[in-house]
Structures are given as structure tokens and as C-alpha cells.
């Protein structure tokens, strides 16, 4: 399974970024779809997550901003993200779980303030 996740780039504190992770395979077959970041020397973290049910969570950090999405005909599951915030800046990767975890390569959102 490969995800490619893009949408990433330079954006102004309270702005917003669409955030896409297209996937080789039937996302409906996936039990869960999230995306997580990690910020430069810190450990990766979950940000939000969708099962194939279409419930989601989030982190703290992110309620009431960040919104996951999930397209089953595209197979492309989607990070909506307003009100940015510097502490956002990351790479964000988008995670598949098919019975074992694939893994996209991340994108980078940087927030400046």
C-alpha cells in the first residue's frame, strides 16, 4: 500500500491548510486512516484519525480546528486545518492500518507567526 499525503506549505498564523493522503488501495478496506506530526526533535504524534466507520478523533491540541475527512471513491482521506497556530509547524504523515501500518512519506506545514 502506498499514500502519498501533499497539501503542505508555508502559512500565516490563523490561516488554513488542506491536507490530502491519497492511498494505492481501497481506503474503505483500511480499519483506521490518521495523520500524525512531528515537529523537529520531538516525537511523532497523533493529530486526528478516522476508522472505516467514519469515527473520528482528535488530539487536544487540535479540537475544534483540525477536521479529518474520507473520500472512499477517491481513496483519499483529508486533514482540513484552520486556525493555524506556530506550534502546528510539523511534518505531518498520513497512516493506514490494513491489518498491519503503512506509512506516507510526510509534508511539511510550517506556521509563522
Known amino acids: 500500500v502506498q499514500l502519498q499525503a501533499s497539501g503542505g506549505g508555508l502559512v500565516q498564523a490563523g490561516g488554513s491548510l488542506r491536507l490530502s493522503c491519497a492511498a494505492s488501495?481501497?481506503?474503505?478496506?483500511?480499519?483506521?486512516m490518521g495523520w500524525y506530526r512531528q515537529a523537529p526533535g520531538k516525537q511523532r504524534d497523533l493529530v486526528a484519525d478516522?476508522?472505516?466507520?467514519?469515527?473520528?478523533s482528535y488530539a487536544d491540541s487540535v479540537k475544534g480546528r483540525f477536521t479529518i475527512s474520507r473520500d472512499n471513491v477517491k481513496n483519499t482521506v483529508y486533514l482540513q486545518m484552520n486556525s493555524l497556530k506556530p506550534e502546528d509547524t510539523a511534518v505531518y504523515f498520513c497512516?493506514?492500518?490494513?491489518?498491519?501500518?503503512?506509512w506516507g512519506k510526510g509534508t511539511q506545514v510550517t506556521v509563522s507567526s
Open positions: 478516522i476508522s472505516n466507520r467514519g469515527t473520528t
Open positions: 497512516k493506514g492500518f490494513y491489518g498491519k501500518e503503512y
Open positions: 488501495r481501497s481506503i474503505f478496506s483500511a480499519s483506521d
